[in-house]
């Protein structure tokens, strides 16, 4: 299953919302997650289940969709969101990657 | 609190061996799957090998099977990926990672990863 990320990159503020959208090449059901990836720390599940937010996770992350296309927003962003993103999906062998969201600082 | 501490990277020339470890605390290791992810440089995720709780079924994508060989030991809550024959496009960042229960299942944990390359 290909799963296609966009935007790749995205400039936005402290405070603003943010939309990445993420595309599977067939139905995967709602079997898709959400990952964050910073320098220098271990990758983090931020949500499974298309929309179900890992303990932890603050709760200003969504996680939207169903079949073939998903959505992460991310309300209020903190300084602390200026990450890289990543979706995947695990309804079926390989488990596969999208491409990668760099969310930096406008 | 879970921890997943990647060693064994390095340096290696093209076609020869390199085993990875993973040394994994904080949980009770062989409730669940075990997997590497990789990322080659500048380069987005990849899946590796999964292992099955009892190390009885292991799964790989194309890309590496036949290559690569994932094991564990439950007893030393440790995590392997014996690599062979090693390519150049074998050059990553290796990432050990705990799935949930199940096979189908997210990557709810990962470890800061180790780095592979292959070059001569």
């Known amino acids: 299953v290909q799963m296609t990320q966009s935007p790749s990159y995205l400039a936005a503020s402290p405070g603003e919302s943010v939309s990445i959208s993420c595309k599977a090449s067939?139905?995967?059901?709602?079997?898709l997650a959400w990952y964050q990836e910073k320098p220098g720390k271990a990758n983090k599940l931020l949500i499974h289940?298309?929309?179900t937010l890992q303990s932890g996770t603050p709760s200003r992350f969504s996680g939207s969709g169903s079949g073939t296309d998903f959505t992460l927003t991310i309300r209020s962003l903190e300084s602390e969101d200026f990450a890289v993103y990543y979706c995947?999906?695990?309804?079926?062998?390989?488990?596969?990657f999208g491409g990668g969201t760099k969310l930096e600082l406008k | 609190e879970v921890q997943l501490v990647e060693s064994g990277g390095g340096l290696v020339q093209p076609g020869r061996s390199l085993k990875l470890s993973c040394a994994a605390s904080?949980?009770?290791?062989?409730?669940?799957?075990m997997a590497w992810v990789r990322q080659a440089p500048k380069k987005g995720l990849e899946w590796v090998a999964t292992?099955?709780?009892?190390?009885?079924?292991?799964y790989y994508p194309d890309s590496v099977k036949g290559r690569f060989t994932i094991s564990r030991d439950n007893a030393k809550s440790s995590l392997y990926l014996q690599m062979n024959s090693l390519k150049s496009e074998d050059t990553a960042t290796y990432y050990c990672?705990?799935?949930?229960?199940?096979?189908?299942?997210?990557?709810?944990?990962w470890g800061q990863g180790t780095l592979v390359t292959v070059s001569s």
């Open positions: 904080g949980f009770t290791f062989s409730n669940y799957y």
């Open positions: 289940s298309g929309s």
């Open positions: 292992i099955s709780t009892s190390g009885s079924r292991t």
């Open positions: 990672a705990r799935h949930g229960g199940i096979l189908r299942a997210p990557f709810a944990y």
């Open positions: 067939k139905s995967i059901s709602n079997n």
């Open positions: 995947q999906q695990y309804n079926e062998y390989p488990p596969t």
